[in-house]
């Protein structure tokens, strides 16, 4: 109580491999205040090709530094156009693996707090794996803010990237109102099939997804997968399901993008069943509500009205830049960003690094 309201921005670079979203955000690391301006930089396609040659890396790999170096650049850049003071920075994951490797998101805070002169928190991820969590999904945090300043009832937010994830929120405060977890690939493998096939970043419209038939058989031999019948807390990688593009590999292009389109809304589906209740809705964000066809099919397969945040008042393109602005400002207040229904994390806890410019 007490906290005073700042203007933070907050910024994503996603597992799609498009680009940087940034986003202001007036909040108190409670609730929302109010929404400011948004930018938005692509990635070059030069730019983009050394990221994706450094997926799966680790630090001091090849490819690595050259890949930190292209994110901070546009980090930079898209904030140049920016207020806001503290800088939330993700980072880029390149390696995700919890209860392994740990965790790895590429870009150096200090740097980007050198480049803009402004305060910038990160590395939000590492504290929660090595105290034994997921470290994903990080943006239940700020959903909960916004089913609040929304007016909601019961509710559940699910961000469409690369990886489909889930926040379930209920009644009451974060840790006892919230539980998420990683529903399965979303548009990382239909984006992958595009650009592999020479088709584009990705089935524009969902037109030629619209236009298959999908092989169920694909659909069953994934939901048969040890992941999905784990109770959550969960997580993935953006490559954790690598062999569903030999699933697919023999079918025509409009039959293997209706496959995999059809993948991600089971996998939506087959997750809504660990949730401790029936949401009143599914508010839908992300590069994936976006796509007719793959909201047609989430909604034939929930039963559950299933919409874009933007009939709440939201903004589907900009929701997780603005989580990590909301993120930083609680990681200045020692807030707790991530929970034991959220993470898995054994307690609630603040996490995240801050890296403040030279004076």
């Given at each position: 109580?007490?906290?005073?309201?700042?203007?933070?921005?907050?910024?994503?670079?996603?597992?799609?491999?498009?680009?940087?979203?940034?986003?202001?955000?007036?909040?108190?690391?409670?609730?929302?205040?109010?929404?400011?301006?948004?930018?938005?930089?692509?990635?070059?396609?030069?730019?983009?090709?050394?990221?994706?040659?450094?997926?799966?890396?680790?630090?001091?790999?090849?490819?690595?530094?050259?890949?930190?170096?292209a994110v901070e650049g546009a980090h930079a850049g898209v904030l140049a156009d920016l207020?806001?003071?503290?800088?939330?920075?993700?980072?880029q994951t390149l390696a995700h693996e919890p209860g392994g490797r740990g965790t790895h998101?590429?870009?150096?805070?200090?740097?980007?707090?050198?480049?803009?002169?402004?305060?910038?928190?990160?590395?939000?991820?590492?504290?929660?794996?090595?105290?034994?969590?997921?470290?994903?999904?990080?943006?239940?945090?700020?959903?909960?803010?916004?089913?609040?300043?929304?007016?909601?009832?019961?509710?559940?937010?699910?961000?469409?990237?690369?990886?489909?994830?889930?926040?379930?929120?209920?009644?009451?405060?974060?840790?006892?109102?919230?539980?998420?977890?990683?529903?399965?690939?979303?548009?990382?493998?239909?984006?992958?099939?595009?650009?592999?096939?020479?088709?584009?970043?990705?089935?524009?419209?969902?037109?030629?997804?619209?236009?298959?038939?999908?092989?169920?058989?694909?659909?069953?031999?994934?939901?048969?997968?040890?992941?999905?019948?784990?109770?959550?807390?969960?997580?993935?990688?953006?490559?954790?399901?690598?062999?569903?593009?030999?699933?697919?590999?023999?079918?025509?292009?409009?039959?293997?993008?209706?496959?995999?389109?059809?993948?991600?809304?089971?996998?939506?589906?087959?997750?809504?069943?660990?949730?401790?209740?029936?949401?009143?809705?599914?508010?839908?964000?992300?590069?994936?509500?976006?796509?007719?066809?793959?909201?047609?099919?989430?909604?034939?397969?929930?039963?559950?009205?299933?919409?874009?945040?933007?009939?709440?008042?939201?903004?589907?393109?900009?929701?997780?830049?603005?989580?990590?602005?909301?993120?930083?400002?609680?990681?200045l207040n020692g807030m707790p960003i991530s929970f034991p229904r959220t993470t898995g994390?054994?307690?609630?806890?603040?996490?995240?690094?801050?890296?403040?410019?030279?004076?």
């Open positions: 109580m007490g906290r005073k309201s700042v203007e933070a921005a907050g910024c994503m670079s996603g597992t799609s491999l498009d680009g940087v979203d940034a986003a202001v955000l007036v909040t108190d690391g409670t609730r929302i205040e109010g929404f400011g301006p948004s930018a938005y930089r692509a990635y070059s396609g030069a730019e983009r090709a050394m990221i994706r040659a450094a997926l799966g890396r680790w630090p001091g790999e090849d490819g690595v530094t050259e890949a930190a170096a207020p806001g003071d503290p800088v939330g920075f993700h980072g998101q590429c870009g150096s805070g200090a740097r980007l707090a050198a480049a803009t002169g402004r305060t910038v928190v990160w590395d939000f991820r590492s504290g929660d794996v090595e105290a034994g969590g997921e470290g994903a999904p990080l943006a239940p945090v700020f959903h909960h803010a916004c089913a609040r300043w929304a007016g909601l009832g019961t509710c559940a937010f699910l961000n469409l990237g690369g990886v489909g994830n889930l926040t379930f929120v209920g009644p009451g405060p974060p840790e006892e109102a919230l539980l998420a977890f990683d529903t399965g690939p979303a548009n990382a493998p239909l984006d992958d099939l595009m650009a592999a096939r020479g088709l584009g970043a990705f089935d524009e419209g969902g037109r030629l997804a619209a236009s298959g038939a999908v092989a169920e058989r694909v659909i069953e031999r994934l939901l048969a997968r040890g992941y999905f019948a784990r109770m959550p807390p969960k997580s993935l990688d953006r490559d954790d399901f690598p062999g569903l593009a030999g699933e697919v590999a023999a079918l025509s292009d409009a039959d293997a993008a209706a496959t995999l389109t059809a993948a991600a809304a089971a996998c939506v589906a087959k997750g809504l069943g660990h949730l401790p209740s029936p949401p009143d809705r599914i508010l839908v964000t992300g590069g994936g509500r976006l796509n007719p066809a793959m909201m047609a099919m989430i909604a034939d397969l929930c039963a559950i009205p299933a919409v874009p945040v933007e009939e709440v008042g939201l903004d589907g393109d900009m929701l997780e830049a603005q989580a990590f602005a909301f993120l930083s400002v609680r990681v994390v054994p307690a609630a806890m603040a996490g995240g690094r801050v890296s403040r410019p030279s004076r």
